[in-house]
Structures are given as C-alpha cells and as structure tokens.
C-alpha cells in the first residue's frame, strides 16, 4: 500500500515517512497543499490503471492550499483515495467539518503511532475493495488471458500455467508496457510476508517466460535490468 503523506511540519513528516516505510508501506510525502493535490491526483490516476491502493495523511494548516481544500477538491472530482486527517485543531466542530467534507477519519495530533497504523491498515482494506471495473480479458500480441476461467492462451494454443504463474501473468498483463519492480511484484503476487531478499521473483520470470515463449515466438516480457520487468507487445505486433 502507498502512503501519501502531505504535511509541512518536517519533523513530524520525518517521523513518519521513516516509521512507516520501516512497516514496508511506500511513502510519498507533499510540503505543501498544492503539491500534496497533484500526488493525490497523479495517485488516484495510477489507482484507476490497476496500481496498489493509496491512503492519504493529509494535515490541515499547510502553506499554498488548506488540507479541507484538498479533501473537498478530491471528492468534488470523485476521487475516491481513503483520506485521514492528521492535524493539531481537535475540536469537536474541526472534527465534524473535516468528515463532512470526504475525510474517512480524524486523528489529532499528539497520536499514538499504533494507532496511526491500525487506522491505516483499515483503510486501506477499505480503499482494496474500492477497485476500478476491470476487463475480463486481458490480450497483448497474441498472448491472451481470460480473467474469469484464468486461463492463458497464445496463438489461439492453451498456456499450462500453475495459480502462482496465472497470477504474476495476470500483474504483468494489467499494464502493458508499465515497469514492474521484483518488490512490488512480490507484495501483489506473494505479499508482504515473504523474505524481500528472495530470488523467487526471478525464478517464476523465467518459468513464465519458458511457457509464453515457445515455438520461436517473440519474447513479450522483458527485463530492465536492475530495475524490474515489463510486458508488452514487439512493435511489429502493433502494425
């Protein structure tokens, strides 16, 4: 899950861009309100292309755009990213007019870091289930997958694939042409739990592409090197 921090107090962000991304979240972090806007626009855009899901820590006094301005420009444009409202002002009445304007929760500041984790962990199982229409068949080239049965085709001939294999094709076919690194391909395929120095990523890159590229067909998935992988159709597939 992303974590889009957008806070000028820079100890305070500091605090939490470092304790958070040492409780594996991917942390972005905004000065200022018309910076924290646009990281929540580019978000909610990556969001609807079938990215992680992203909550928002979104403080109230910030230099160039409040923080009630940013939730209510976001939900007047439906955008749909679980915001949570960090700040010092705890009146009863700052509290009500924040959630009335699309915030999905309120924590004011001094906080108990638990408990900033515990109401993130809920949202973002809340932001989860908010997920874009998707298609029931995803094709690339001549490599189809029917999302539905899950089952793999190239050239019309059926793909022999385990559910794990499925599963990294169905990743890496959500976005054709996006770069995917071993990390965010091991917390979508395999999850956080598993060991982030594991070479597992790369041994079913290669299991995957021995199945897909058989016959002397062209190689659709790619490597970049020390970066991740991606996959998408050889130009000629496209004239």
Known sequence: ?????????DRIADFLCRGLRAEGYRVQR???GTAGLALAQEAARRQQSGDEPTVVVLDLMLPGMSGLDICQTLRAAHVALPILMLTAQA???DRVQG??????DYLCKPFDFEELLARLEALGRRGREWRPRTPNRLQVADLELDRDRMQASRGGQPLSLTARELALLELLMSAPGRLFSRERILANVWGTSEDPLTNVVDVYIRRLRSRIDRDGAPSLIHTVRGLGYRLEAPPEADR
């Open 1 to 9: 899950m992303n974590i889009l921090i957008v806070e000028d107090d």
């Open 99 to 104: 959630l009335r304007l699309g915030a999905d």
């Open 91 to 93: 009146s009863l009445e």
């Open 30 to 32: 905004a000065a200022d």
